[in-house]
C-alpha cells in the first residue's frame, strides 16, 4: 500500500494530466450533435468529384424548406374561416329599435308620416343585419371565404367583404337617410341608430385554428421516393437542381439512421478517439515544444479550458440558430494563448480546435477555412496587446479577413452576388466587437490561473510599484544595477525576437533579494568599508547565495507572478561564486565545492538566458580599467564563452547564432555607456 502511494504521489503530475485529458475528451464528445456524418462532400452548382452514387438504401425524397413554406402560405390563404351569428341579437336590436324610436320622434302624430319613418328604419336594419354586424376589423381579403356558424352549426359560406363593420355606421346611415329623401331626419337616424345597432358576427378563433391546423398536418413532408441501388449522380455531373434536393434527402436519412439506439455505442467511441487524437496531438506537442507549459498541470488545465470553452459555444449558437455560427468569437482563443504564452502554441491550439468544430458546424470547410486564416492573421498582427490602438487594429484586420473570405466563398458556390445576405457581415462585424472583450477576459484569467499576460508586466516595469520603491530605498546601487541589466536585456531580446516586456521585468526584479542584507554587495557599500573583512569566505559566500533564495520568498510574500519569479532563481544558474572560492582555496583547507556554487536552477528559455548574460557583463564591468573596444569586446566575450563553457545556456532554447547577436549588442550598448568612440583603422 505504501509503494502504490508513494508511485501515485511521484506521479501525480501525470496522473493529473492523464485525468484531465479524459474529462476534457468526455465534455466535448458530450457537446457534440448526436448524429452521423455523411461519408462525401459537396456543394450547390459544383460538380459531384466522388464515383457513381447509387442509393444506400429505400428513402423519401424529402421537400425543401422553400416549398414546404410556399405550400404552408397557400394552405393558410386558402383555409376555411369560420365566423359566429347571433341570431338573438337582431329581436333584441329590434325591440328596443322601437321603444327608441317613439322617443327620438314622439312629436310626430301617429300618421301615415310617422308609420313610414319606423318602417323605413326597419329596412335599414334588415340591410345592416342581412349578413352580420362586427364590432373589429379582421386582417382578410375581400374575397376570403367565410363559414357562417349559428349555434355552432354551418349555416351556409359568404364573402368576407359582405359583412357590415359597426366603425362604418355613419357613413352608412348618412348616404341610405339621402337616398331616401330624409335629410330633415338625418341626425335622429344617427341617434337613434347608434343607440341601438349591435355586433351580432365575431370570429371563431378555436374552430378555425383547428381547422387550419388538420390541413396543415396533411401536407406531405416528401414528394417521391428513391429506391435501393438506384443512380443517384454520376461523377462529373453538377449537383444541382432534382440531384440536390435527392442528394440532400439521402444526408438526412443517412444521418438519422447511422445514429440509433443499435450503434450509440459505437458512434460515440468513434467520436472519442477522433477528440482524443487531436487533444493527444496537443499534449505531444506542448512536451515536445513547450516542455515548461506542459509541466504547469495550470498552464495545460487552462489551455484545456478554453478549448472546451470555444467548443461550448459554438455548440450552443449552432443549437440556437446556426445562422448565427460566425458571431462566435473564436479569434480569441489564439489572443489569450499568444498574450501568455506565445504564437506558435496559440496558432496550433487555435487549428485543433477548428477542427474539432468542424464536427459541430454545417459548411465546415468553409467555416474551418475562415477560422483558420482568421487565426492566422491573429497570430502575425497582434502584438504588444498592452498597447490598446494594437488590438483595434488588429481586430479591424481580422474582421475585414472574415467579410473578405466569406464574400470570395459566396462568389464561388452562387456564382453571382444577387442574393448575398448582407447582414452576416454584420455578424462579423460584432464577432469582431466581441474579440475586444479578451481584454477584460485576460485580467479574469490572470486571477483564476495565477498566469500573467504582458499587461501585468507592463504594471510591474513601473520602478514606481512597492517592491521597486523599497530596492530603490534600502538598496540604492542594487536598483541602479537593475535598470541598467534591464536595458541591456530589453535590448538583446529585441535583437533575437524574444519578449522584451518578460525579459525587462525579469531584469527589474532579478535581484531583489539584496534587500535583505544590501551592504554585503559591493553596490550598495557607500562608505568605503566591506562587510566581508569580518566574515569567511564559506560565510559570505552563503550569503552572496542566499540573496536567490530570499529574492524567490519576497516575491512570493509579494505576489509576483512565476514567470517573473523564474528570472530571480535562474539568473546565477548553478554558477560558483568565484571571489570567495579563491579566497577558501588559499587557506589550504579541506572544503566542499558546492557550498560556493548556486542552487539553480539553470536558464530554461530565451529569456533567462539573455538575464543571465546581461547581469554577468554589467556587473562585471564596473571593474574595467581604461575601457576601449578592444577590451570590452574580449571582456563580453570572455564572460559569456565562461557561462557556456559551464553549460549554464544547456537548458535554454537559445542557438549560438543568437548568442552572438546578444554579444554584438551588449559591446554596442557598454561602448555607449562609456561613451567611447569608434577605433578608426591607423
Known amino acids: ?74 394552405i393558410t390563404l386558402q383555409s376555411p374561416v369560420f365566423f359566429d351569428v347571433d341570431t338573438t341579437v337582431v329581436n333584441k336590436v329590434k325591440s328596443e329599435y322601437s321603444s327608441t324610436f317613439e322617443r327620438l320622434f314622439f312629436e310626430l302624430p301617429k300618421d301615415k308620416i310617422k308609420i313610414d319613418l319606423y318602417f323605413k328604419g326597419v329596412l335599414l336594419l334588415d340591410e345592416l343585419y342581412q349578413s352580420g354586424v362586427l364590432q373589429n376589423q379582421y386582417d382578410y381579403n375581400p374575397d376570403q371565404q367565410i363559414s357562417i356558424l349559428v349555434d355552432k352549426t354551418q349555416s351556409g359560406v359568404k364573402r368576407f ?7 362604418n355606421l355613419k357613413s352608412f346611415i348618412e348616404s341610405r337617410v339621402d337616398a331616401l329623401g330624409l335629410e330633415a331626419y338625418k341626425q335622429r337616424y344617427l341617434a337613434l341608430f347608434f343607440d341601438v345597432v349591435k355586433p351580432n ?48 434527402s439521402l444526408v438526412s436519412e443517412y444521418e438519422s439512421q447511422v445514429w440509433t439506439d443499435s450503434n450509440y455505442t459505437l458512434v460515440v467511441t468513434a467520436y472519442t478517439v477522433l477528440v482524443s487524437l487531436a487533444l493527444l496531438m496537443l499534449l505531444l506537442f506542448m512536451k515536445k515544444y513547450r516542455m515548461e507549459v506542459f509541466s504547469n498541470n495550470t498552464k495545460v488545465t487552462f489551455i484545456f479550458f478554453n478549448i472546451v470553452l470555444m467548443v461550448f459555444l459554438t455548440t450552443l449558437v449552432v443549437n440556437y440558430n446556426s445562422s448565427y455560427i460566425y458571431i462566435v468569437p473564436l479569434c480569441i482563443l489564439p489572443l489569450i494563448l499568444k498574450a501568455f504564452f506565445d504564437a506558435r502554441l496559440g496558432l496550433f491550439t487555435h487549428v485543433l480546435t477548428v477542427l474539432l468544430l468542424g464536427f459541430v458546424v454545417a459548411n465546415n470547410y468553409e467555416y474551418m477555412f475562415l477560422q483558420i486564416i482568421a487565426g492566422i492573421v491573429t497570430i502575425l498582427t497582434v502584438s504588444e496587446l498592452y498597447k490598446r490602438a ?21 462568389v464561388i458556390h452562387e456564382g453571382s452576388i444577387d442574393s448575398l445576405k448582407w447582414e452576416t457581415f454584420l455578424l462579423f462585424v460584432l464577432c469582431g466587437l466581441a474579440a475586444l472583450f479578451v481584454q477584460p477576459l485576460i485580467y479574469v484569467y490572470e486571477k483564476l490561473f495565477g498566469l500573467v499576460s504582458d499587461v501585468s508586466l507592463l504594471e510591474l516595469s513601473d520602478t514606481n510599484s512597492k517592491l521597486l520603491k523599497e530596492l530603490s530605498d534600502k538598496a540604492p546601487g542594487t536598483f541602479h544595477h537593475s535598470l541598467n541589466v534591464a536595458n541591456l536585456a530589453e535590448a538583446a531580446a529585441n535583437e533575437i525576437g524574444a519578449n522584451t516586456m518578460l525579459v525587462r521585468v525579469g531584469a527589474l526584479y532579478h535581484d531583489i533579494g539584496k534587500m535583505k542584507n544590501p551592504t554585503y554587495f559591493t553596490e ?40 517573473v519569479i523564474d528570472f530571480i532563481r535562474t539568473h546565477h544558474g548553478t554558477s560558483t561564486v568565484y571571489y570567495f572560492y579563491n579566497k577558501q582555496a588559499e587557506l589550504n583547507l579541506d572544503f566542499e565545492a558546492a557550498d560556493f556554487s548556486y542552487n539553480g536552477p539553470k536558464p530554461f528559455n530565451k529569456e533567462t538566458a539573455i538575464l543571465m548574460m546581461c547581469d ?36 535554454a532554447d537559445i542557438t549560438l547564432k543568437e548568442i552572438q547577436s546578444i554579444k554584438k549588442v551588449l559591446k554596442q550598448k557598454l561602448a555607449n555607456m562609456y561613451h567611447l568612440r569608434i577605433e578608426y583603422p591607423d
Open 390 to 410: 494594437n488590438l483595434f487594429i488588429s481586430v479591424g484586420q481580422i474582421t475585414l479577413i472574415y467579410i473578405v473570405s466569406y464574400f470570395a466563398f459566396f
Open 524 to 563: 550598495n557599500q557607500m562608505t568605503g568599508t566591506n562587510a566581508h573583512d569580518e566574515l569567511s569566505p564559506k560565510e559570505s559566500a552563503k550569503i552572496i547565495i542566499n540573496h536567490v533564495i530570499d529574492g524567490v520568498e519576497l516575491a512570493k510574500k509579494n505576489n509576483l507572478p512565476d514567470r
Open 1 to 74: 500500500m505504501k509503494d502504490i502511494i508513494n508511485l501515485f504521489h511521484k506521479n501525480h503530475s501525470l496522473i493529473y494530466k492523464v485525468f484531465l485529458f479524459i474529462f476534457t475528451t468526455f465534455i466535448i464528445v458530450y457537446l457534440f450533435p448526436k448524429s452521423g456524418t455523411f461519408r462525401y462532400s459537396f456543394e450547390k452548382g459544383k460538380p459531384w468529384q466522388s464515383e457513381n452514387l447509387y442509393a444506400p438504401f429505400d428513402f423519401a425524397i424529402k421537400k425543401t424548406a422553400e416549398e414546404i413554406e410556399e405550400e404552408t402560405k397557400q
Open 616 to 651: 554577468s557583463v554589467e556587473a562585471a564591468s564596473k571593474s574595467l580599467k581604461d575601457p576601449n573596444s578592444t577590451k570590452i569586446n574580449n571582456f563580453v566575450d570572455a564572460i559569456i564563452s565562461k557561462q557556456m563553457d559551464t553549460d549554464q545556456f544547456l537548458n
Open 161 to 167: 367583404d359582405s359583412f357590415f363593420l359597426q366603425t
Open 201 to 248: 358576427t365575431q370570429l371563431n378563433k378555436s374552430i378555425t385554428q383547428v381547422s387550419l391546423e388538420e390541413r396543415l398536418n396533411q401536407i406531405k413532408l416528401v414528394r417521391g421516393r428513391i429506391d435501393k441501388q438506384t443512380l443517384i449522380v454520376s461523377k462529373g455531373e453538377v449537383v444541382q437542381g432534382d440531384k440536390l434536393v435527392a442528394l440532400n
